[in-house]
Each structure stands twice: as C-alpha cells, then as structure tokens.
C-alpha cells in the first residue's frame, strides 16, 4: 500500500478542482458500492490522510482507515478519527476482522506490478463471503509499465485489470468509467470496479 503522493485537503496545497476530484472519487465509489452499511464494518485500504474514511463513515457503522504512511495516519487521527472512523499504519491492529466491504481508491497502481496480486489477496482474506470490493485504478488502452506519473509504478489495461482480479479471486459485478484529466496532465479512464469474491 503506497506511501506516495498522499492528499491533505486541509493544507490547502491543490487547487479547487484537485480538491474536488479527490473527494469526487470517494462519492462515486460509494455510488458503485450501492448500499448503506447498517451494522457493517467498511476497510479503507490505502486511506492517505484519512478524508476519503471519515466520508464512508456516514455511510456505515464503522469504518476502519489503513494506510501505511504514517505522516498521513498521524494527520488522519488528529483530523478525522472519532468513534465510528479509527485509523491504522499497521495491518496487525486489524487482522482479526472480516469486512462486509473494502474501498480502495487510486492504490494499485503505486506498486510494482509482482505486488498487485498479493495485495488483492490479502484484501480477500479479509472480506466476508458475501462482502464487495470497490477499487479504482486508472484505465488505459495498453498497459504501460512506465507512467507518466512519477508515483505510478504499473497502469493497467481493462483487460490486464480483469484477469489481476480473477487470479486474486474476485470477479466483476459492475465497472463504469470516468473520462478525466489526471494531475500528471493525461487525460484517460478512471476505472471503478465493484467486486465479489469468487465461488470456491
């Protein structure tokens, strides 16, 4: 999980737009996720600083932040932490918990490609039988190994993202795709994926 290129809205850093986009993606994915979490207990895997866990958490009884960045969970825990929304920098804090759902915004594609399945599976591992996986990643035509994005380590094709998903275990229930200008100034697909896991 990245430590890279991190978000901290209120350090007022980024313009207007950067601001919305990130909190944008958090809104859409909860529009993808599709339900309320009553009783439910949500993973934000990687958080960064926290705002995009402290948004789910009006949408379900607890919310638990990961992120291995610890500037950015310091930040998170001063900022954004409360009853409901509690954060972590380690994923021992937490490892006795099966998630009825797991958000993972703009992570994948700021690690190296041998640790893409991995980090998949270990999410799995931590899901209910019956929990969903929304994850977003950029979305390109060719997969491309060297992005423009400094902090981008693999972009991945629909088709590349697809087969990932399957060997980690997950199928796709529903994807949409959001044309967008990325803040390394290319202009590609957003991707949203909503997950189950697979039977058996």
């Not at 993606?25 to 993973?43: P, T």
């Not at 960064?48 to 960045?69: C, Q, R, T, W």
């Amino acid at each position: 999980m990245t430590a890279d290129e991190n978000f901290f809205p209120g350090r007022f850093v980024y313009e207007f737009a950067v601001h919305y986009r990130h909190f944008e993606r958090y809104m859409r994915a909860l529009k993808v996720l599709g339900k309320l979490g009553k009783h439910e207990i949500w993973l934000d895997c990687a958080c960064g600083s926290g705002y995009g866990s402290h948004l789910l958490s009006g949408f379900a009884e607890k919310v638990i932040g990961f992120d291995i960045n610890r500037e950015a969970i310091a930040y998170a825990k001063i900022k954004y932490s409360h009853g409901g929304c509690i954060f972590y920098s380690e994923k021992e804090s937490f490892k006795d918990i099966l998630f009825d759902a797991v958000i993972s915004i703009e992570t994948i594609e700021h690690m190296p490609k041998l640790e893409a399945e991995p980090f998949l599976i270990d999410i799995r591992k931590q899901m209910k039988e019956n929990a969903v996986l929304v994850i977003t990643t950029p979305i390109v035509t060719i997969s491309n190994p060297e992005p423009t994005n400094p902090f981008h380590r693999y972009e991945y094709s629909y088709g590349e993202f697809q087969e990932l998903l399957l060997e980690a275990g997950f199928f796709i229930d529903d994807y949409i795709a959001d044309t967008v200008t990325f803040t390394d100034g290319e202009t590609k697909d957003q991707g949203y994926f909503r997950c189950r896991i697979c039977a058996g």
